[in-house]
């Protein structure tokens, strides 16, 4: 669990062309730490990018990756067991939150039910990302989510175009 962040190996996804993204990843054991552990890293990680590589990194960005990570690794931590593998990318003027878990069912956000409660998880996630998508992988399953960095001009909360 090394506290740098690290390019990764190719530039395909770079901010500056030709230039590797910025990336973390930490390994989490799935204890009831962390979940706090995750946020922290995610604090960290985007208060670096901003302070080493002059990235915009809005109050909204924060708070919104803090909160997926959050609901992510949760989820993670409830529905599967084992370790929590947590990636944190910046790609272009994007952040990916990228939570890989050991149980290979892909999660279905729920019908909306304001009854209900707890189970909003990836209802939230969803709502408040740029971007989703859910993978299986030979052994689990890798949910990315994508968070604007800078704040949208257009005012939307999540970076989305209103429809």
């Excluded at 990680?45 to 997926?68: I, K, N, W």
């Excluded at 050991?102 to 279905?108: E, I």
């Excluded at 990836?122 to 990302?129: G, Y």
Aim: glycine residues 10%; aromatic residues 4%.
């Amino acid at each position: 669990m090394g506290n740098k962040v690290d390019p990764a190996a190719s530039g395909e996804d770079s901010v500056v062309p030709g230039v590797p993204p910025i990336q973390d990843i930490v390994a989490l054991d799935g204890d009831g730490s962390c979940i706090a552990e995750a946020r922290h890293r995610a604090v960290d990680f985007l208060a670096r990018v901003q302070a080493e590589y002059g990235l915009p990194v809005s109050a909204r960005a924060m708070d919104l990756t803090q909160l997926v990570v959050s609901e992510l690794v949760t989820n993670a931590r409830k529905y599967a067991p084992g370790p929590v593998l947590v990636e944190l990318r910046v790609s272009g003027a994007v952040v990916e939150v990228v939570v890989w878990d050991s149980d290979p069912v892909l999660p279905v956000a729920r019908a909306a039910d304001a009854g209900r409660v707890g189970q909003h998880g990836l209802e939230i996630v969803m709502a408040v990302a740029q971007g989703f998508e859910v993978q299986r992988e030979p052994a689990g399953k890798r949910i990315t989510a994508r968070i604007a960095l800078p704040d949208d001009p257009g005012g939307s909360v999540t970076g989305r175009r209103p429809q």
